[in-house]
């Protein structure tokens, strides 16, 4: 058997430098960076062995205590053997193979081996001493069994099952895994024991390059989002407090290669204290972690100074680390949720925001909870109800319902909490069966109001399926249909309009009356209204109020209330406070007037009782 320690202090020397590099660059701080590590150092720990084995210890054999050799022999295969097994960790851990049954195995494998390994002194297995001279019983080409079988095994678990990987590095790892290969088997076939060592640190290469390496994808040097995300978890790991800076720069590709740019960033670094990387998030969005909140206070009017210079739009968000916030993608939701609420070109974040993202996130869950469910009964959706009073027949005749939620936590909650939340995720719909479904139910066993109306999402109204999911619900239950009313909002874009036209028909077909609600808000368009199959207009408090203030707006809402009215259409207005509201508006052909004056929604479970009972001073003040 021949040996050199040129290989192995060389791979030694170079695992040590490796190390060195890891530290001084940046990698994702994860587990697999552990088994990196404790690679790196096993080997360097491996190569030390095999040197002092081979050069120091086998020609002395008969001369220093059997035992020695064998402790120092068993050492060195073991920290091989241990090697391997790192390396099949690394790789489950970067397919995410989590089967338990295959750990065990492993497990079981490894120490049959150590045991082999070990004991090879009495069985004589593997390595021995007789009569002062070594052997190697079947040991070493078990060993290499392991090794041939290991390595095809790992690299085909990459490829096949890392599917984000492309055929370049695809390729590098067959060939680093082949080479390695090739020399452990020509090793064997020439009795050498020179580059076993080598044939470990190879893959440990490819691994660091390939799957380790530092993410800098931009010209001028800020980390990805991947280790954005290893950074900030570290960080909430560590329970570290810390400041998460986002900040956006509207068309930032537009300057992002000149020089200049580069500059100011390293004095914006150097003013601002700022030691961590920069990390991009998207084209337009950059996060910056500070790990002290001193310089929050300078930030907004150094980004005004950039804006001055570049003349782009910015958003920056100063959030301090928080409870609300679990992992990188909280960070995100939590910015993308204030870039909602607040127009501020810079906001530095206090707890009742975080406060407020808190209850947000809870709706969040709750609505996506509900939607899942889809529990038409749902005890969180309660339905409630404000009536309308009816000019001519001088009652309440009919009432709008709407929804509340009541959820843990938080309890009642009000639709501006919720509504919006619900028409992003597209649970809406599932709110609206609920409702329906509760309000026919109610219907079906109440003869009072003569109507009820629900208010339907524009967001829902364009999807497939939503008219048959309707139908179905009315279909459970047994009321004259000119009972209900559906409550839409004017569809700004005209490109829906036809649709929306023939599935309102349809229902206006089986009796529904529908109504055109918050008419007089955003961008009303007269030619798309009188093209709609509408019942009543509802005019919304807006117009209400302006009639009251000046007389110009009186004229324009005298005159729409006219034109709706001569075309057929009844009249309601919305918002009624005060009996002057009630007065101008009954002079503007109200057909029905809603309001706090008469009423707030109340829970529907009430109706029948208030309409039973109507308050005694709204009905007075009404007709006097
Ligand atoms: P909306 O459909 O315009 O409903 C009228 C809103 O005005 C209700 O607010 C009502 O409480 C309020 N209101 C009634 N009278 C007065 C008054 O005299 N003064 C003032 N200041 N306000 C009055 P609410 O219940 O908070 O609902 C807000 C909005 O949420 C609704 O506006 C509607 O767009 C939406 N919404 C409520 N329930 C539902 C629902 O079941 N489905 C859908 N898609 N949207 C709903
Ligand atoms: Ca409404
Ligand atoms: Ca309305």
């Avoid at 109001?449 to 619900?473: A, H, L, Q, W």
């Avoid at 808000?521 to 009188?530: A, C, M, V």
């Avoid at 009639?547 to 057929?568: A, T």
Wanted: aromatic content about 14%; glycine content about 4%.
């Amino acid at each position: 058997m021949s040996y050199s320690y040129v290989c192995d202090l060389t791979v030694a020397v170079l695992s040590v430098m490796v190390l060195f590099m890891i530290n001084m660059v940046y990698v994702p701080r994860n587990r697999r960076l552990l088994y990196v590590k404790l690679a790196l150092y096993n080997l360097i720990y491996a190569c030390i062995l095999s040197i002092f084995f081979y050069e120091y210890l086998l020609p002395r054999v008969g001369l220093v205590n059997d035992l020695w050799v064998y402790l120092i022999h068993n050492a060195q295969q073991i920290s091989l053997i241990t090697e391997l097994l790192l390396f099949i960790f690394y790789v489950f851990n970067l397919v995410g193979y989590k089967n338990r049954k295959a750990y065990v195995m492993l497990g079981v494998a490894v120490l049959l081996f150590y045991a082999l390994e070990l004991t090879s002194i009495k069985t004589r297995i593997g390595f021995y001493i007789e009569g002062n001279m070594i052997h190697n019983g079947s040991i070493t080409s078990l060993y290499l069994l392991w090794y041939v079988m290991a390595m095809p095994v790992l690299a085909v678990t990459i490829i096949r099952k890392n599917r984000i990987i492309i055929s370049r590095i695809y390729r590098a790892v067959s060939v680093a895994f082949g080479l390695c290969l090739g020399i452990t088997v020509l090793q064997y076939l020439c009795h050498t024991d020179t580059y076993t060592t080598l044939t470990y640190f190879i893959p440990i290469l490819i691994i660091v390059f390939l799957f380790h390496s530092n993410s800098y994808n931009s010209t001028y040097g800020a980390l990805d989002r991947e280790a954005l995300r290893g950074r900030a978890e570290e960080l909430i790991r560590r329970h570290n407090s810390f400041y998460f800076v986002y900040v956006r720069i509207n068309h930032f590709t537009s300057i992002e290669t000149e020089q200049c740019i580069l500059e100011d960033f390293k004095s914006f670094a150097e003013k601002t204290d700022y030691t961590d990387y920069l990390f991009r998030y998207d084209d337009e969005t950059f996060i910056l972690l500070y790990r002290s909140g001193e310089c929050m206070d300078m930030l907004a009017g150094l980004f005004e100074e950039l804006h001055t210079r570049y003349q782009l739009g910015h958003r920056v968000l100063a959030i301090p680390s928080n409870d609300a916030c679990h992992s990188l993608r909280d960070y995100i939701e939590l910015c993308r949720y204030l870039r909602g609420k607040h127009e501020e070109s810079y906001l530095r974040v206090g707890d009742q925001e975080i406060a407020d993202f808190k209850k947000y996130l809870i709706v969040k869950n709750q609505l996506s909870d509900i939607a899942e469910q889809m529990d038409l009964e749902d005890e969180r959706v309660l339905v409630y109800c404000q009536p309308i009073y009816d000019v001519r027949r001088q009652a309440f005749t009919t009432a709008e319902s709407l929804m509340r939620l009541e959820l843990p936590e938080l309890g009642l909650i009000y639709p501006d909490m919720f509504i919006p939340v619900a028409e992003q995720t597209g649970h809406i719909h599932a709110l609206t069966m609920i409702i329906l479904n509760k309000v026919c139910r109610y219907l079906s066993v109440h003869e009072q109001p003569d109507r009820i109306s629900v208010n339907f999402s524009m967001y829902e109204i364009t999807k497939s399926g939503f008219y048959d999911d309707i139908m179905r619900i009315l279909s459970g239950y047994q009321f004259d249909r000119s009972r209900i009313a559906f409550e839409i909002t004017e569809s700004l874009d005209a490109e829906h309009l036809d649709d929306i036209r023939v599935i309102l028909q349809e229902f206006r077909n089986i009796g529904i009356k529908i109504y055109l609600d918050d008419f007089g808000t955003g961008y009303s368009n007269l030619e798309h209204i009188t093209n709609l199959p509408i019942d009543v207009v509802k005019f919304d408090k807006s117009l209400v109020d302006s009639s009251g203030y000046s007389e110009r707006s009186k004229y324009l809402v005298e005159g729409m209330s006219n034109m709706f009215h001569s075309i057929g259409y009844q009249l309601l207005y919305e918002g009624i406070e005060t009996a002057p509201d009630q007065e101008r508006c009954i002079g503007m052909q109200a057909q029905y007037l809603q309001g706090y004056r008469y009423s707030k929604p109340i829970p529907i479970e009430q109706l029948a009782d208030f309409i039973k009972n109507p308050p005694k001073e709204s009905v007075e003040v009404k007709n006097a």
